[in-house]
Structures are given as structure tokens and as C-alpha cells.
């Protein structure tokens, strides 16, 4: 019933029951289609077709048990992080393995959930000079719209602040990641905003992960661009043309983590803007951001 009161159906969070977005989608229109959340919710799956387009990705094995797991270590060589292929963000569900030593308790960790097994994906580690993301709109008449690629700093998993648009970017890193990202988009059938993190090296950018959302490296698109990616996300699920995406001034967000700290003297800051989500402090969370 309620289905039938509604023009388009969209998410925030890729960690849904497929059978619940494949059941909307045979009954209403769902923006971003439920091939994206079918792919992003699965490391296994996303990187199978981030090599199926020739986007360049960590070397990596699927691990179904420890001894899997003991000889990807041995032919990727320490450090190799492994990660669960469904679920994990904010750094949950990933264990860095720095000696062999480690594989049993990596494998204790997160290898074991409550069924008793769990599917792995080990990938050598990538010796970046920095962490980046770009972050796209695509209509579904195909237009589309790409952000400035931000500058990302991560500790413990969790991302602490994005600097857009990156400093110092090579025009050729510029059009390898658009590239990148408009071709996953069409592959996917993508509607909506779509986030691919990405590594930069010697050699290039190399392919992290994607998110077929808004995402929290482009939260300083709500004072730093003329359309954020939140309106250019219901732009593109409704029809509307998509919004400017250039960086009106150079911008860094500031997540606010575990615990709030003192909110009036960053609100007294003239070049500050706070937003809070309304969340109870808890180690690791997310609470909120600063956009200066």
C-alpha cells in the first residue's frame, strides 16, 4: 500500500536484504537499482567488476577458511588486510595482518560469524601516497555531474577529515578517476550519487571500495559547492537537472568522533559550521562534522 502512494524509492545504506530491494523495485521505481547495492554490499563482487573494466585494484584472494587464509598471506607478503566481504565500514570487520603469526587470530576475528563461517577477502597492502574520493550524479537520462576529488585522512578505519578539492591533483589522476567512475556508473545502471575511493600511487590510482550513496567524504559539498551531493542526489532520483558540482572555495570537513567536546566555541568560529546527528557519544561513532 505503501508503495503505491510513492513516485521513486531511494537508501542511505547499502547493508539492506537484496530480496527487500529487488521486492520494491518490482513495484515501484528504486533509485539507486538494486544491481548497485547487489554489488556494493559484496567486496568479492566489487572487485570482480572492478576487473572486469580494467580499473586497477589491490592484488587480493577470497578466503573460506584459515588455511585459505594462511596461504594468501604467504604469496601477498605482510602487511595483507583482510576484511569481511559484506557488512564492515567505519573500519569493523577488517583485521591488518602484519606477520603470519597473526592469520589464526585475523581468523578468530572476523572469519567466524554466528553461522559459523564467513567469506574473506585478503588484499595486499598498497604503499599510497594519499587517499582519495571521487563522488558523482547521474540521471537516469544519463547526465552527469563529478565533485573535485577530496583528500582523505583515515585513523583506526575511520575517516577524520576530507580536504576538497585535493591539493596538487595531476590532471591525468583527474581524468583517470572520472573515467573510472562514469564507466561503473553505466555498468550499474547507476541513478543517484555514487562514491568510489581510490588510492593514489607511484603508478596511479588503484581502487579501494565504492558506495553507491551519499557519502562522508563529500559532506563538505554542503557549504563547499554550489549544490551538495545530498540535492544532487534527489535531483537525479526525481528528474531534476543536476546542480553545479564546482568547489565554490577550497573546503575541509572535520568528523566529530566518539565525543562532541566543546560545540559553542566551534559555532563562535566565524569560518565554522557545525552538524550535529542527533547521536548519543559512543567510541568510535560519528556524532557530527565541522565544515571550515
Known sequence: EFLKQVDVVTYEFEHLPLELTQYIEARA???????????CQNRAEEKALFNRLNIPTPKYHIIHNEDELVAAVEDLGCPVVTKT????????????????????EAWRTIGVNDSGNNILIAEAFVNFKRELSIIAARSADDNMVVYPLAENDHHEGILRYSTAPASQVKPEIADQ????????????????????????????????????????????????????????HLRAICGD????????????????????????????????????????????????????
Open 177 to 232: 578517476a572520472t573515467r573510472y567512475i562514469k564507466e561503473l556508473m553505466h555498468e550499474l545502471g547507476h541513478v543517484g550519487i555514487l562514491t568510489l575511493e581510490l588510492f593514489e600511487t607511484e603508478n596511479g590510482l588503484v581502487a579501494n571500495e565504492m558506495a553507491p550513496r551519499v557519502h562522508n567524504s563529500g559532506h563538505w559539498s554542503i557549504e563547499g559547492a554550489p549544490c551538495s551531493q545530498f540535492e544532487n
Open 85 to 104: 566481504t559484506t557488512e564492515g565500514y567505519d573500519g569493523k570487520g577488517q583485521f591488518v595482518i602484519r606477520s603470519i603469526e597473526q592469520c589464526a
Open 29 to 39: 521505481t528504486l533509485y539507486p537499482p538494486s544491481k548497485s547495492i547487489e554489488v
Open 241 to 292: 537537472p543536476l546542480g553545479n558540482t564546482e568547489a565554490s572555495r577550497p573546503t575541509c570537513m572535520i568528523n566529530i568522533i566518539a565525543k562532541k567536546g566543546d560545540i559553542n566555541s566551534i559555532m563562535a568560529l566565524p569560518y565554522a559550521h557545525v552538524h550535529l546527528y542527533g547521536k548519543e557519544e559512543r567510541p568510535g561513532r560519528k556524532l557530527g562534522h565541522i565544515t571550515v
